[in-house]
């Protein structure tokens, strides 16, 4: 499979794609050939610096701002990259937020701010995506596939966390709804899958990999010994896209490093 070229004549949206994972997946859906939409919801410098070197590599590319937690917004969202491209092929519902509190102290106001874009701005831009893809019908060069969606999911869909109700609430609910969703659309040509990533090296979580005590501690989680890059999801996001790819369907890829084993069972139960 030539990376460079397995996304060719597609074009993928990305949410919440100025920084992090949402950034280097647009980045590598471009290097993989396809047109991009760089969606971000306040961070427009980061966004705009993307979409640069995304043209400046000979690619292309548009920043777009959207909540994707606001019905309108993601409705001008796609309007935008309709627009500009034509078509949307790929949609990668990466936005997600973190607003950590034990049970007892969490607001209601933090309860719903997850919720809305974790869960609802999923629901919102799925639902976008199944709608285009169904008015624009296939087109050469477009894939084997309808359309191709992947929600951007956690290992805390399936490893409770304690302190983040709100958050491993959100990513449980993503599971099933991808699940649903993927079984209700699949005749039609339409591939629904997830990503569950493990501890990723982002700007959210740098105290935890940059100090080295908290980062000795969060290695004793991960059987593979390493914390993870932003380019390990991205990677993924792109075979997940891919023809390579066109029997997956309704499927959680976990790119955990092994997060998700259990590793503290390793040494008995």
């Given at each position: 499979?030539?990376a ?7 074009v ?13 997946t ?14 971000y ?10 979409v ?7 690619g ?6 959207a909540d994707?937690?606001d019905?309108d917004a993601?409705?001008?969202?796609f ?22 509190a034990?049970?007892g102290?969490?607001t ?10 974790n ?9 976008a ?13 477009s ?21 983040h ?16 969703l ?15 990533p ?15 005590a ?5 290695l004793?989680m ?30 959680t ?17």
């Amino acid at each position: 499979m030539n990376a460079e070229h397995v996304l060719k004549q597609q074009v993928a949206l990305v949410t919440g794609a100025s920084s992090g994972i949402g950034q280097a997946t647009a980045e590598a859906m471009a290097q993989a050939g396809a047109a991009v939409v760089v969606n971000y919801h306040s961070q427009a410098e980061p966004a705009q610096a993307l979409v640069a070197k995304i043209q400046d590599a000979g690619g292309r590319a548009l920043a777009v701002r959207a909540d994707v937690g606001d019905e309108d917004a993601v409705g001008r969202l796609f309007d935008e990259a309709v627009k500009a491209f034509g078509r949307v092929d790929i949609l990668v519902a990466n936005s997600g937020v973190q607003r950590d509190a034990p049970i007892g102290e969490m607001t209601l106001s933090q309860w719903n701010e997850v919720i809305n874009t974790n869960l609802t701005g999923q629901f919102l831009c799925a639902r976008a995506a199944v709608r285009q893809f169904r008015a624009q019908g296939r087109a050469p060069g477009s894939g084997r596939a309808l359309g191709k969606i992947i929600h951007m999911s956690s290992v805390h869909q399936v490893i409770p966390w304690a302190g983040h109700a709100n958050y491993a609430a959100s990513k449980g609910g993503v599971d099933l709804f991808m699940r649903t969703l993927a079984q209700e659309v699949a005749a039609e040509g339409i591939r629904v899958n997830a990503i569950a990533p493990g501890a990723i090296a982002t700007a959210i979580n740098q105290d935890a990999t940059e100090d080295e005590a908290s980062r000795q501690k969060l290695l004793k989680m991960i059987p593979y010994g390493r914390v993870g890059d932003v380019k390990d999801v991205a990677h993924a996001a792109v075979w997940l896209a891919s023809d390579a790819a066109d029997y997956v369907v309704g499927t959680t890829l976990f790119v955990d490093g092994g997060m998700s084993l259990y590793p503290e069972f390793r040494f008995g139960g």
